[in-house]
């Protein structure tokens, strides 16, 4: 719902801020008073087309118009933001703004994030409907018939989508198998000529790694080596034991000599020559354990003279192949089952291909099965929409006029998940007179009654959000009953006959439909000789019944006249 509309030098208005409420709005004032001026500046803040013309004469700056919208949270604008990437809160406003320069150049805001005019535009289409003498815009577009006659019948789509959906798989399986099948000669040999690289290579997960890590320890095994040998030196081998052994039986002799000579056992001298010779015992036994684990190294680098130039070309075969086919080393065992499976299904394509023909042909008819379905309920509920077009028509002083719903097959090639139909709303003014669009058939007099009377039909049953829907001087040309049956449909657009109320602005010289309306402006021009503005009030319920009052009298507003509008407004 629009809650308010903010106007910066557009045109004749200056200034201007607006609250707008629920329901009908009624917008009057003289022929020229510029009443199109709101109009307008709305449609500069939802992306209508514009032009420097619109920038007040003498404006300081540029022309602006903000439009303020309190949406639903399921309102589908949400979703079109997400698409956009634009930021928004469901629990807050959204704010459109525009502004115009002099030269033509205009910049566009949404929630004030700068963004394209195309996006105020699309914003726009799914906020409101323009309807007016010259143009209709949102409910005659034929592209937005398919979904309205589906909404107005309660049609749903989604059987059709799913099988569509089935169809469209399982034609891109059969695709994919089809062109598989013709490169398949080329691609067997190239497939075979790969994959028996491969399996002479034999590529194992973690191989470059351990590959690598081998090679540098190799390269380095030379040296290593030569710094064992020099320990193994340094220890003396096998000559270290024997002369460590040699002194351990020395000083064994030595201490039985001093025992025989009667030397005291726990004397100084005995106990010293005791401890050497434990300490001799034990450096035999560490200079053992110290040589045999020097040449336990020795031995772990001992290797094949050609075992380094074995890793290099091994390493050095698996980065070229991985060159070659522009992959990671570490991914040749996946590239090597992946060129296998390729060759089972190249083997096996023609049977895969046959049941996969088979499945799209099964999808096809489900899908056409469906669509025909479909169909049918769209024809049902295109003839129950014609009758209440055309129920809605006379009162519009438009009865010679017919309406109809053409439901047209597509081609298969163009059907998708909302069937094989083109939808189309189309009429006839006169007996005789062919069918073809609104907008092309009607006059500019007719075709907002036209739109008038669609949408009333339309709103007996379409639930959900509505749209702001502006009427631009939809009783032009008619008066009396005609331009109360014109003020009751719009009465009726606003409060809801199907229990979701809307909210509708009208601009009219209609005092029928003014008095229809639950709020009602005023829109006037005041100045001198140098400028003119125009200014809008909101009227009070006195005012209201003055202003539909001379929209009945005219220049002199007489009792008679005011007593006509109190009939009109009770």
Same mark, same amino acid.
């Given at each position: 719902?629009?809650?308010?509309?903010?106007?910066?030098?557009v045109?004749?208005?200056?200034?201007l801020?607006? &609250?707008?409420?629920?329901?009908?709005?009624?917008?009057?004032?003289?022929?020229?008073?510029?009443?199109?001026?709101?109009?307008d500046?709305?449609?500069?803040?939802?992306?209508?087309?514009?032009?420097?013309?619109?920038?007040?004469?003498?404006?300081?700056?540029?022309?602006?118009?903000?439009?303020?919208?309190?949406l639903?949270?399921?309102?589908?604008?949400?979703a079109y933001?997400?698409e956009?990437?634009?930021?928004?809160?469901?629990?807050?406003? =959204?704010?459109?703004?525009?502004?115009?320069?002099?030269?033509?150049?205009?910049? &566009?805001?949404?929630?004030? *994030?700068?963004?394209?005019?195309?996006?105020l535009?699309?914003?726009?289409?799914?906020?409101?409907?323009v309807?007016?003498?010259?143009?209709?815009?949102g409910?005659?577009?034929?592209?937005?018939?398919?979904?309205?006659?589906?909404a107005?019948?309660?049609?749903?789509v989604?059987?059709?989508?799913?099988?569509?959906?089935?169809?469209?798989?399982?034609?891109t399986?059969?695709?994919?198998?089809?062109?598989?099948?013709?490169?398949?000669?080329?691609?067997?040999?190239d497939?075979?000529?790969?994959?028996?690289?491969?399996?002479r290579?034999?590529?194992?997960?973690?191989?470059?790694?351990?590959?690598?890590?081998?090679?540098?320890?190799?390269?380095?095994?030379?040296?290593?080596?030569a710094?064992?040998?020099?320990? *193994?030196d340094a220890?003396?081998?096998?000559n270290?034991?024997?002369?460590?052994?040699?002194?351990?039986? &020395?000083?064994?002799?030595?201490?039985?000599r001093?025992?025989?000579?009667?030397?005291?056992?726990?004397?100084?001298a005995?106990?010293?020559?005791?401890?050497?010779?434990?300490?001799?015992?034990?450096?035999?036994?560490?200079?053992?354990?110290?040589?045999?684990?020097?040449?336990?190294?020795?031995?772990?680098?001992?290797?094949?003279?050609?075992?380094?130039?074995?890793?290099?070309?091994?390493?050095?075969?698996?980065?070229? +192949?991985?060159?070659?086919?522009?992959?990671?080393?570490e991914?040749?065992?996946?590239?090597?089952?992946?060129?296998?499976a390729r060759?089972?299904?190249?083997?096996?394509?023609?049977?895969a291909?046959?049941?996969?023909?088979?499945?799209?042909?099964e999808?096809?008819?489900?899908?056409?099965?469906?669509?025909?379905?479909?169909?049918a309920?769209?024809r049902?509920a @295109?003839?129950?929409?014609?009758?209440?077009v055309?129920?809605?028509?006379t009162?519009?002083?438009?009865?010679?006029?017919?309406?109809?719903?053409?439901?047209e097959p597509?081609?298969?090639?163009?059907?998708?998940p909302? @069937?094989?139909?083109?939808?189309?709303f189309?009429?006839?003014?006169?007996?005789?007179?062919?069918f073809?669009?609104?907008?092309?058939?009607?006059?500019?007099?007719?075709l907002?009654r036209f739109?008038?009377? =669609?949408?009333?039909?339309?709103?007996?049953?379409?639930?959900?959000?509505?749209?702001?829907?502006?009427?631009?001087?939809v009783?032009q040309?008619?008066?009396?009953?005609?331009?109360?049956?014109?003020?009751?449909?719009?009465?009726?657009?606003?409060?809801?006959?199907?229990?979701?109320?809307?909210?509708?602005?009208?601009?009219?010289?209609?005092?029928?439909?003014?008095a229809?309306?639950?709020?009602?402006?005023?829109?006037?021009?005041?100045?001198?000789?140098?400028?003119?503005?125009?200014?809008?009030?909101?009227?009070?319920?006195?005012?209201?019944?003055?202003?539909?009052?001379? +929209?009945?009298?005219?220049?002199?507003?007489?009792?008679?006249?005011r007593?006509a509008?109190?009939?009109?407004?009770?």
């Amino acid at each position: 719902m629009l809650i308010g509309l903010s106007i910066r030098d557009v045109v004749l208005i200056e200034s201007l801020d607006l &609250a707008i409420g629920e329901g009908l709005t009624a917008l009057t004032g003289e022929t020229g008073a510029g009443k199109s001026i709101i109009l307008d500046a709305l449609g500069l803040a939802t992306g209508a087309r514009a032009d420097a013309g619109l920038v007040r004469r003498g404006a300081a700056g540029h022309a602006s118009a903000t439009a303020i919208f309190a949406l639903t949270a399921d309102h589908p604008a949400f979703a079109y933001l997400d698409e956009k990437g634009l930021d928004y809160a469901r629990d807050e406003d =959204l704010v459109l703004r525009r502004q115009l320069s002099p030269d033509g150049r205009s910049r &566009a805001f949404v929630n004030d *994030q700068a963004t394209s005019v195309g996006v105020l535009k699309d914003l726009g289409a799914l906020l409101l409907e323009v309807h007016g003498q010259h143009e209709t815009v949102g409910l005659l577009d034929p592209k937005t018939h398919r979904g309205l006659l589906d909404a107005f019948g309660g049609v749903s789509v989604g059987a059709v989508g799913v099988a569509w959906s089935g169809w469209r798989a399982g034609r891109t399986k059969a695709d994919d198998l089809r062109d598989l099948a013709g490169r398949a000669a080329a691609e067997t040999e190239d497939l075979t000529l790969r994959l028996s690289e491969l399996d002479r290579l034999d590529p194992r997960e973690g191989e470059e790694q351990s590959l690598a890590e081998e090679r540098a320890l190799l390269s380095s095994a030379e040296k290593a080596m030569a710094d064992i040998a020099s320990a *193994q030196d340094a220890l003396g081998g096998d000559n270290l034991s024997g002369r460590l052994a040699q002194a351990y039986r &020395a000083l064994e002799r030595a201490r039985d000599r001093a025992l025989q000579a009667g030397a005291p056992a726990e004397g100084t001298a005995m106990t010293r020559l005791s401890a050497a010779c434990e300490a001799v015992d034990r450096a035999i036994v560490e200079a053992q354990e110290a040589t045999a684990a020097i040449d336990n190294v020795a031995e772990s680098f001992e290797f094949e003279p050609d075992r380094l130039e074995k890793a290099e070309e091994r390493l050095f075969a698996l980065r070229g +192949m991985a060159r070659k086919l522009n992959v990671l080393v570490e991914d040749l065992p996946a590239k090597r089952a992946e060129f296998a499976a390729r060759l089972q299904a190249i083997e096996t394509s023609e049977d895969a291909l046959k049941a996969a023909d088979k499945e799209a042909a099964e999808a096809r008819e489900a899908f056409l099965y469906a669509a025909e379905a479909l169909s049918a309920e769209r024809r049902a509920a @295109g003839d129950a929409l014609a009758k209440a077009v055309e129920a809605e028509l006379t009162p519009l002083k438009l009865e010679k006029a017919k309406f109809r719903v053409t439901v047209e097959p597509l081609p298969e090639d163009r059907g998708g998940p909302a @069937g094989l139909d083109r939808i189309a709303f189309e009429i006839s003014t006169n007996p005789g007179a062919p069918f073809g669009p609104m907008e092309a058939i009607a006059s500019g007099g007719e075709l907002a009654r036209f739109a008038l009377a =669609l949408k009333a039909a339309l709103a007996t049953r379409s639930g959900g959000p509505q749209p702001l829907m502006i009427f631009d001087e939809v009783d032009q040309g008619v008066g009396g009953a005609v331009a109360d049956a014109v003020g009751l449909r719009l009465k009726r657009l606003a409060d809801g006959s199907n229990g979701v109320g809307a909210q509708v602005l009208v601009v009219t010289h209609s005092a029928q439909v003014a008095a229809r309306g639950d709020a009602h402006w005023r829109i006037s021009k005041s100045g001198d000789d140098t400028s003119t503005r125009t200014k809008v009030e909101p009227l009070t319920p006195a005012q209201r019944e003055e202003e539909i009052a001379r +929209m009945l009298s005219g220049a002199e507003v007489t009792e008679a006249a005011r007593a006509a509008a109190r009939a009109l407004m009770a």
